[in-house]
């Protein structure tokens, strides 16, 4: 048996050799193959910063979730003050500022909504949920005849608003402040998305201190936003948006027995109605309220001194847009009522200052028409002209006071819904567009 199996080995090992001495008898024949020139190409990653910035920048938020975070988050306003053109002061400076102007002659929105203050801690982080958020867009050029009201830039921040087919949950911890969202479906129609986000920072401070320094120090922030989306026909969808922030700053000195106190916060409602008409046409209608209140006091013993401020809009909007096939149009209205208490010293104690209501509050009503169209005359060349209206108009109930050396010498009273002063006049904007290179652009505008 074994013998038997020796010979089969030695015959299999046999013809083994013979093959493979006749394929490298083969293979030692020379051949010469030349191949043509391969060109492989591939399509290469949209980075999240690229393109012409020069007069309109737009960022994902989901896309910057790849940027480096600050303490933990991703903030998009921050970016937004690294864009060529942009400027700040400082980091502890919460605005930016535009083509030399100053940061209060920027307008920031929020689903439509003004928001007069976007920053916590006083510049470190903005008052807007990253997770809640959809799509930044800063306009520092040209602004068509839709956009006004401001001397400079304009902020629009829009929240996500899409309809979900199941629940999420997202959120990040971070050194100083966590915050996370929800997104929820309500039917095939209907979605909710829901977030909140709120510091620590003062469990840190406080006891710290306290224990360190004979002035204790307390600080709080939060933000809230929800968004209810609903989508009754294929052409019509309905979002209504709520947006809450507040700030609270608190130092006590034990040597003097004084207290300072400043909370300030943001309240912002807001319900968008778009609906395409037809194949060319768009309408998008929008109404907000939004209020901004600031309250700064200190104590001490029985003396109090404060200096309360508030702001209060209620706005509409209507956009009609359409376009035929190297025209793009648009035109519309909008309204505002600004409800306003500026900022007046007012004590209570041994030295007591209150002030005439009628003369604190001003009711100031704001209204424009715009009208504004784009031609294509080429890929490479485009033209941009607007007109725009705007009045503002201020009624009574006021009292307005003259005064001498501190002291009231002459008071002059407007009656309940008397004009008291108005102010209008016509905005024409016009561009001029020209793209050499595909990465090239070279803008004119008035």
């Not at 915050?179 to 979605?191: C, D, E, I, N, Y």
Request: charged fraction near 20%.
């Amino acid at each position: 048996m074994y013998q038997k199996i020796t010979i089969f080995l030695l015959v299999a090992l046999n013809c083994f050799s013979s093959f493979s001495q006749s394929v490298e008898k083969k293979d030692t024949t020379d051949t010469r193959h030349t191949l043509k020139e391969v060109e492989i190409t591939a399509w290469q990653q949209r980075k999240i910063l690229s393109g012409l910035l020069s007069g309109k920048i737009k960022l994902n938020v989901a896309e910057l979730n790849t940027l480096p975070r600050f303490l933990g988050e991703t903030d998009a306003l921050r970016t937004m003050k690294l864009m060529p053109g942009v400027l700040t002061t400082g980091e502890l400076n919460s605005g930016f500022y535009v083509r030399g102007s100053e940061s209060s002659h920027n307008q920031i929105l929020l689903n439509g909504a003004p928001i007069y203050n976007a920053m916590h801690m006083l510049g470190f982080f903005s008052v807007f949920n990253s997770g809640h958020m959809n799509t930044f867009t800063l306009y520092k050029s040209h602004l068509d005849a839709s956009k006004g009201g401001r001397l400079s830039a304009t902020l629009d921040m829009q929240t996500r608003d899409t309809l979900v087919s199941k629940p999420t949950v997202s959120g990040n911890i971070g050194i100083i402040a966590s915050q996370a969202t929800v997104a929820l479906p309500l039917g095939k129609k209907v979605s909710v998305y829901l977030s909140g986000r709120k510091t620590y920072l003062g469990l840190l401070v406080k006891p710290l201190t306290t224990k360190m320094t004979d002035t204790p120090v307390d600080y709080d922030f939060e933000d809230y936003n929800a968004t209810f989306v609903f989508q009754p026909s294929e052409k019509d969808k309905v979002t209504a948006n709520f947006y809450y922030g507040s700030d609270y700053l608190d130092i006590e000195t034990g040597i003097y027995q004084t207290e300072g106190r400043i909370k300030w916060s943001n309240i912002a409602a807001s319900i968008l109605w778009n609906r395409p008409l037809g194949r060319i046409g768009e309408m998008t209608h929008t109404f907000y309220i939004t209020r901004y209140k600031n309250r700064l006091s200190i104590s001490q013993n029985q003396f109090t001194a404060w200096l309360p401020s508030e702001i209060t809009d209620y706005g509409y909007k209507n956009i009609f847009s359409f376009r035929e096939e190297k025209f793009l149009g648009t035109y519309g209205l909008e309204y505002v009522y600004h409800h306003m208490y500026p900022q007046i010293v007012e004590t209570q104690g041994a030295y007591t200052i209150h002030t005439d209501p009628d003369s604190r509050l001003y009711r100031i009503h704001e209204g424009a028409l715009f009208i504004n169209g784009k031609y294509f005359f080429s890929p490479r060349l485009s033209a941009e002209a607007g007109l725009r209206y705007s009045g503002t108009a201020q009624f009574g109930k006021f009292n307005y006071h003259t005064y001498r050396q501190g002291e009231i010498i002459d008071t002059q009273t407007y009656g309940k819904g008397e004009l008291i002063k108005f102010y209008g006049g016509f905005e024409p904007r016009i561009a001029l567009y020209f793209l050499p290179g595909s990465n090239q652009r070279i803008s004119l505008s008035l």
